[in-house]
C-alpha cells in the first residue's frame, strides 16, 4: 500500500511539472503573438497634398520615390539612404540627366532595381518583387503616369501624394511637399532647415536690390528654358523666371497675356529688344539647328539685338531638369544679381556660394563634395555657366 501511494505521489509530481511547462509554452505563444499584433498595428495617419489620409507605419525604413521632383526632395532632407530601388530616369548617364542631386549620388543609377519608368509610369508586379518591400511611396504628379489609388489598391504599399511647387508663385506647395516627405521619413527639423535656407537667401537677394531705381533696371529675357518634352530653343522663356523675381530685375516677358509660356514667337523677342539676355545652357543640347547659342550666333535677325551687339549674353545653370532645380535656381539668382548690379553682389563670390548652396542641399554637408558637384555643372555643356558668351 505504501509502495502503490509512493507510485502515486510521483506521478502527481510528474503531471505538476509537464502542466507548468504547458502552461509556460502558452504563456509565451500568447505574449509573442502580442506583440506580433502590436507591431503589426503600430500605425500613424497623414495628409497628403490631394488631402488624402493615408495610414503608414509608425517607423519608416524603405521608400520609393515616384514622379518628377520626388527623389530630389528626399535628397535635399538626407534621406536618400532609405530609397530601395529607382525610377528609369536615375539610371541615365547623360548631359540631360545633370541633375545636382543626382550627382551627389551616382549609386542612383548603379546600385538600385528600377522599379517604373520615367515620370511615375509605376509598374507595380516590379515594384512588388522588391526586397525589401517599400513602406511608402512617395508619388508627385498623381494626375500623370500610374493612377495612385490604383498603385495603392494593386501593391497593398500607402502611397502619399506630395506636388512639386517652386520657389516663386507656389512656393507653398514646396513647402508642404517637403514637410509631407519630412513626416513619412522621421526628417521634419531637416524639413525645416531646408525652408529656412530658402527663405533666407531668397530674404538676401531682395534686400540688396531693395532701393534700385525703377529707371535703373535693365530690361531682360531669358531663353533656352527647358520643357518636360527636353532641351528647347532661344524661344522657351519663363514670364515668372525666380532670378529675375528675386532680383527685381525687369522681365520682359512676365505680364504678357499674349505669350505662350513654353514658347514665344521670334517677332516678339526682337519687338522686346531687351538689353541684356541670359541663356540657359541647357538648349545646347537641342543641336546645331535648334540651340539657342547657334541661332543668337548665326541668325541675322536676333543679331541685331541690342544684347547681342553689346555682347550683354550670359550663360546659366539649368533651371529645369526633371523639374526644377531649386540650388541651381539660387545660383542663377546669385548670378543675375552680380551680372545686373555688381555693386550690390560685391561681396559675393559666386563659386564660394554656388558651392555652399549644393553643399547644403544635396551633399550632406561634404563642402569637397559641393565644390565637384559645382564644377560638374559649370561645365557640363561644355560652355561654361556664369560667364559671358562668344557670340
Known amino acids: 500500500m505504501q509502495k502503490n501511494s509512493g507510485k502515486s505521489v510521483l506521478l502527481l509530481f510528474i503531471l505538476l511539472i509537464v502542466s507548468t511547462l504547458s502552461a509556460g509554452c502558452t504563456d509565451n505563444s500568447s505574449t509573442s503573438q502580442t506583440i506580433q499584433t502590436s507591431e503589426e498595428t503600430s500605425t500613424r495617419t497623414l495628409t497628403d497634398a490631394l488631402g488624402r489620409t493615408v495610414e503608414i507605419p509608425e517607423s519608416v525604413d524603405y521608400v520609393i520615390c515616384s514622379g518628377v521632383g520626388s527623389l530630389r526632395y528626399l535628397t535635399y532632407l538626407e534621406a536618400q539612404d532609405k530609397i530601395i530601388g529607382v525610377e528609369r530616369s ?4 547623360s548631359a540631360s540627366n545633370a541633375k545636382p542631386y543626382s550627382l551627389a549620388n551616382p549609386q542612383f543609377s548603379t546600385d538600385y532595381p528600377v522599379f517604373g519608368e520615367t515620370r511615375g509610369m509605376d509598374d507595380p508586379e516590379k515594384i512588388l518583387s522588391l526586397d525589401p518591400l517599400p513602406e511608402v511611396i512617395i508619388k508627385t504628379y498623381s494626375a500623370t503616369g500610374f493612377d495612385p489609388v490604383e498603385l495603392q489598391e494593386k501593391t497593398g504599399i500607402p502611397v502619399v501624394i506630395v506636388n512639386t511647387g517652386d520657389l516663386a508663385d507656389n512656393k507653398e506647395d514646396l513647402y508642404e511637399s517637403l514637410r509631407i516627405i519630412g513626416e513619412v521619413v522621421g526628417k521634419e527639423e531637416r524639413a525645416e532647415e531646408v525652408i529656412s535656407f530658402f527663405d533666407e537667401n531668397i530674404a538676401d537677394l ?5 532701393d534700385i531705381p525703377e529707371e535703373d533696371k535693365p530690361t531682360c529675357y531669358v531663353g533656352g528654358i527647358g520643357r518636360a518634352g527636353g532641351p528647347q ?8 523666371y525666380p532670378p529675375f523675381l528675386f532680383t527685381n530685375a525687369i522681365n520682359v516677358a512676365y505680364g504678357d497675356m499674349d505669350i505662350n509660356v513654353a514658347d514665344v514667337s521670334k517677332e516678339k523677342i526682337i519687338e522686346w529688344d531687351p538689353e541684356i539676355i541670359f541663356l540657359d545652357l541647357n538648349t545646347i543640347e537641342c543641336g546645331e539647328d535648334r540651340s539657342g547659342l547657334r541661332l543668337l550666333q ?73 565644390r565637384e558637384i559645382y564644377n560638374t555643372m559649370i561645365n557640363v555643356y561644355g560652355t561654361p555657366a556664369f560667364a559671358k558668351l562668344d557670340i
Request: net charge negative; hydrophobic share 30%; charged share 25%.
Open 90 to 93: 536615375e539610371t541615365t548617364n
Open 206 to 210: 531682395k534686400e540688396r536690390i531693395a
Open 233 to 240: 530653343g532661344f524661344q522657351s522663356t519663363e514670364p515668372t
Open 298 to 370: 548665326n541668325d541675322e535677325s536676333y543679331r541685331q539685338l541690342q544684347a547681342v551687339q553689346s555682347g550683354n549674353v550670359y550663360g546659366v545653370l539649368p533651371f529645369n531638369q526633371y523639374a526644377t532645380n531649386f540650388g541651381s535656381v539660387l545660383a542663377d539668382s546669385y548670378f543675375a544679381g552680380k551680372t545686373l548690379y555688381p555693386d550690390k553682389f560685391e561681396d559675393v563670390d559666386l563659386e564660394n556660394k554656388t558651392i555652399e548652396i549644393y553643399t547644403f542641399l544635396v551633399c550632406k554637408g561634404d563642402e569637397e563634395l559641393g
